[in-house]
């Protein structure tokens, strides 16, 4: 799972700085050659992404550093957390759902991917199999079982430390 997270965040790291070095320049330099560069909307949305792009390197750098302080081995066996796979029962919607918590950025409701800072994943962080928790939702409160968790260092076959 830190695999992937770190593999997917370099390779976007690799495609933005690709961009930022070699297609943002060329970019540039041609709105440059159109002349008048206040009424260039060419040159306004290259500088524009330009700065864009700094920043989401800048932001995805960090992510990769906070990714290489997680103690797998420190985390909770029993509980949900970052990385757990957990099947719910929603009661609102009388069905199962699975999800996999994870880091804010990758958020994909189509797979199953719910993220940490989520109102879901906040509601079920914690959370022990066969407990139920309470979510505020934008659309109002919902009741969630706990019916099956697979966390993080259960996947990786990670031992607990004694504390």
Do not use: C, W
Not at 20 to 43: C, F, Q
Not at 140 to 159: A, I, S, Y
């Amino acid at each position: 799972m830190l695999d992937h997270i770190r593999e997917r965040i370099e390779s976007e790291i690799e495609h933005l700085t690709y961009e930022l070095t070699v297609e943002l320049p060329e970019r540039i330099s041609k709105a440059v050659e159109l002349g008048d560069l206040r009424e260039n909307a060419e040159y306004k949305f290259a500088l524009e992404r330009q700065q864009f792009v700094q920043a989401r390197i800048g932001h995805l750098q960090t992510r990769m550093s906070e990714l290489s302080r997680i103690d797998v081995t420190a985390m909770p066996m029993d509980r949900v957390g970052f990385g757990s796979r957990v099947k719910v029962l929603d009661y609102h919607m009388e069905e199962e759902v699975e999800f996999t918590i994870v880091a804010g950025d990758f958020m994909d409701l189509d797979s199953g991917q719910v993220s940490l800072a989520s109102p879901i994943g906040r509601g079920l962080t914690g959370a022990r199999e066969g407990e139920e928790v309470i979510v505020s939702l934008p659309v109002g409160d919902r009741t969630f079982k706990v019916l099956e968790l697979n966390t993080l260092p259960q996947q990786l076959g990670v031992e607990q430390q004694e504390g």
